[in-house]
């Protein structure tokens, strides 16, 4: 079945880089986009970036000096980093798989994230 | 980037009550429109797509409704279960975006 997966650690010093791993099973990262997606506690969704089936990526524009998005299909993972973090970057970070032609359809359980010295 | 604005904020209902959830974009996204629950501590779940297709699995009481720039989601027969936080999100351009949520909660 479709699973995703995400881990990295949970807490991040200030100006720090964050690197989270999304490790998927069920699916090809060559057939299916994903996406990461972010949510401040008790806040809404924020989107951040995605991987394309084909190995482009986009980024949200407020977070692409930060952002980098890569891949390793050999391992079917989706790998995020982001630098310069700062306390407003905490909080569940989400790795989704997107279905045609829209929507996300399978989500990671998410990670937590606390940005703090 | 499209606006997503989503309405009410919170909403508190009976068992067995039927509720609706509105969301406007800030311009015509087509129908490129999804919904989808988070209860908490959870990740959320995809319940509509395409405006008003129910996904695999999603009870029957789910509907999707709407066109242009507003659309909405309607619970039938609210169940217990149904208490969660629900968000629009549109695909139809990019980046997409979310609405800022519904608390749905039981009175």
């Known amino acids: 079945q479709v699973q995703l997966k995400e881990s990295g650690p949970g807490l991040v010093q200030p100006s720090q880089t964050l690197s989270l791993t999304c490790t998927v099973s069920g699916f090809s990262l060559t057939s299916y986009n994903v996406h990461w997606v972010r949510q401040p506690p008790g806040k809404g969704l924020e989107w951040m970036g995605r991987m394309r089936y084909n190995g482009d990526t986009s980024y949200n524009s407020a977070l692409k000096s930060r952002l980098s998005i890569s891949r390793d299909t050999s391992k079917n993972q989706v790998f995020l980093k982001m630098n310069s973090l700062q306390t407003d970057d905490t909080g569940t970070y989400y790795c989704?798989?997107?279905?045609?032609?829209?929507?996300?359809?399978?989500w990671g359980q998410g990670v937590m994230v606390t940005v703090s010295s | 980037d499209i606006q997503m604005t989503q309405s009410p904020a919170s909403l508190s209902a009976s068992l067995g009550e039927t509720v609706t959830i509105e969301c406007r974009a800030s311009?015509?996204?087509?129908?490129?429109l999804a919904w989808y629950q988070q209860k908490p501590g959870k990740s959320p779940q995809l319940l509509i797509y395409?405006?008003?297709s129910l996904h695999t699995g999603v009870p029957s009481r789910f509907s999707g409704s709407g066109s242009g720039t507003q659309y909405s989601l309607k619970i039938n027969s609210l169940q217990s279960e149904d208490v969660a936080s629900y968000f629009c999100q549109q695909y139809y351009d990019y980046p997409p975006t979310f609405g800022a949520g519904t608390k749905l909660e039981l009175k």
């Open positions: 311009e015509d996204i087509y129908n490129g």
């Open positions: 989704t798989r997107a279905r045609l032609p829209g929507g996300f359809d399978y």
């Open positions: 395409n405006a008003n």
